[in-house]
């Protein structure tokens, strides 16, 4: 490790990791309740695991974000943190009220915690991926404040690469859209137009700045190709994100009541929207296979190439699969949905996470890369994991294609719950490969406790 | 990539792309905002409807259901339920009314929310008010949803 307070990020990656646990926890009961229905009711309600398993994802991938722009800006910057302890300080704040919010969720029913938090008063709760109590998304906005200010003061007054630039642009750009999940209007149409614009512009625009400058800052250190190089793919590669992805956002404005020329405009930018993704998988391979040093941290080249296939097939392939608006007609809002989301998210935006973490936990723990031992258990989660989010990925698709046909397509169209009914077996096969997913995860977390006798200083 | 294609004719691709092609979406923006009014139904939007926009989000329904196609995949869709319940807000409201606490066993089960009348005069007069937003050909495909 170069600087010191690059060291800020180690209790980011920890808590990231244990977050990420408990939101495949409680995914693992939702899946239950697919089948079983009643399974933990009235106890815990299905809304309510999914909004304990999607907010923790949210969470745990900023907490792996910003462990991430915490150890590769000072390096990039060839400086010390500008505040090191601001850093820690937002850590633990961030920390504590993201554990209340998720314990709110579980202690309240939702409407009394909505009550209790005041929502009267500035009412912003209650909307997918945004039902944290306002007082939360307030808090949310302070920690991101304090981050960007920290590193964007590091980026400023330091070595200023492509890197660090376009990473800062990426954090930036996701605190400015999430001020949009303060606008709920009335008018359905509009909250619904503004909601995408945090969900949208986030995870196809600028979360992909993020991922393309941790991809490229890891790349250069593992495979030694010149800086300039990697460079030019990355302002390609972030180019044609915002090219495709900004008007793309027009593929969730064809049946929410918003004008029809969204139908051809949200279809035809969004169609090159996998452009981008298919650059960062040439890149990444292209830039292993001129590598000018063998890294011997194996596990986190194996996890950058992973991250770029699998972003490439969840949000590139899934995505392009329903994109089209003639498509969408019949596929919006069924398991396909459910089917892109997973595997687009864990591609893109959990993989990137664990390469950075792969990359930097053994350098903070004092070694350029772990032992034999621990990297051959981390490949095999790594296995095992990604396996399974493909094959949750088959068995959604599977369900998704089947309810399109019997809810929506044939002559005779059958009832919701009637149609859950008929595609039962493949959510049962999804909840068992759900556990396979969690063997992969516990496998990957013992990955940190093996001894080793000789590892690499 | 080829040595002709430079990082800084990259770079201007980067941000000329980036700046014009977000302004052009807050046009698009702009011009949605002038074409709305004539489908998105606001003028059913009243006190009750506001209302019941706020029993929606304080009871979490998204967290099960999708409406116009967002939201949770776990039951069914309510944009149209008005018109599937045959126009009928008395029996969105007898529905919700009567989840019973324990739930359905077996089943996937709704929550007994215990709303006041008020309240649920207002949810039904909402999903009302949904139902009457014009989406593009009609959407959902059919009266399931
Ligand atoms: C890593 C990037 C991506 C992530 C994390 C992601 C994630 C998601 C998620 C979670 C949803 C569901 C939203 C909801 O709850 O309503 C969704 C919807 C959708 N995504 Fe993506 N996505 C990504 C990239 C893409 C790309 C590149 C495309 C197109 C090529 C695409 C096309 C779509 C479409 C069409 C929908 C709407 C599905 C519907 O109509 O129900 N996505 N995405
Ligand atoms: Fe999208």
Known sequence: MKYQSQLVAKNYFIAAILLFTGQILFGLIMGLQYVVGDFLFPEIPFNVARMVHTNLLIVWLLFAFMGAAYFLVPEESERELYAPWLATLMFWIFLIAGALTVIGYLLFTYSDLAALTRNELFPTMGREFLEQPTITKIGIVIVALAFIFNIGMTVLTGRKTVISLVLLTGLVGLAVFFLFSFYNPDNLVLDKYYWWWVVHLWVEGVWELILGSILAFVLIKVTGVDREVIEKWLYIIIAMTLITGIIGTGHHYFWIGTPDYWQWLGSVFSAMEPIPFFMMTLFAFNMVNKRRREHPNKAAVLWALGTAVMAFLGAGVWGFLHTLAPVNFYTHGTQITA???????????????????????????????????????????FWLMTIAMVFITLFLTAAGILQVYLQRFTEDPVPFMVAQQKIEIFYWLREFTGLVFLIGLVLYIYSFFVKEENVAA | MRETFTKSMARNIYYGGAVFFFLLFLALTYDTHQVLPSGDNHEAINEVVALGKKVWEENDCIGCHTLLGEGAYFAPELGNVYTRFGESTDAIKLFIKSRPAKGVPGRRSMPQFNLTDEELEAIAQFLKYVDGIKTARDWPPNIQG
């Open chain 1, 339 to 381: 089917a892109h989301g997973h595997m687009a998210f864990y591609g893109a935006y959990v993989m990137i996470s664990l390469t950075i973490i792969s990359y930097a936990m053994p350098i903070m723990r004092g070694r350029t890369a772990n032992g034999e031992k621990a990297q051959v258990l981390e490949m095999w989660s």
